[in-house]
């Protein structure tokens, strides 16, 4: 049973930055597609971005391209999201995603993934 962890979430002003991270509790994440979903007040959680175990593709929700980048460090099995000019509707709870999926498979459903974290707060305001 794999438990992930998120850390990094917080208030930050619009423009600005933040770096998630997501790590497995007492393993590694190794064979694991990982991705990252957000869920927003009354809304519905939505996919973010997802990276394959191989590190060789990633994908992204189309709004977000080019302001989030997904990226993995598997020699410490860390998992992080690098947001760059946050916007207000960017605030919503941030959640890492694990599937056992080796290879170059990216995910972007939340019913293909099997772990998931308790979530990071994320706010975005002045």
């Known amino acids: 049973q794999v438990q992930l962890v998120e850390s990094g979430g917080g208030l930050v002003q619009p423009g600005g930055s933040l770096r998630l991270s997501c790590a497995p509790s007492?393993?590694?994440?190794?064979?694991?597609?990982m991705g990252w979903f957000r869920q927003a007040p009354g809304k519905e959680r939505e996919f973010v971005a997802a990276?394959?175990?191989?590190?060789?593709?990633?994908a992204y929700t189309d709004s977000l391209k080019g302001r989030f980048t997904i990226s993995r460090d598997n020699a410490k099995s860390t998992l992080y999201l690098q947001m760059n000019s946050l916007k207000p509707e960017d605030t919503a709870v941030y959640y890492c995603?694990?599937?056992?999926?080796?290879?170059?498979?990216?995910?972007?459903?939340?019913?293909?993934?099997?772990?998931w974290g308790q979530g990071t707060q994320v706010t975005v305001s002045s």
């Open positions: 995603a694990g599937a056992r999926r080796w290879g170059t498979a990216v995910l972007r459903n939340w019913y293909e993934y099997g772990y």
């Open positions: 990276i394959s175990w191989n590190d060789g593709n990633t």
């Open positions: 007492g393993r590694t994440f190794s064979g694991y597609a």
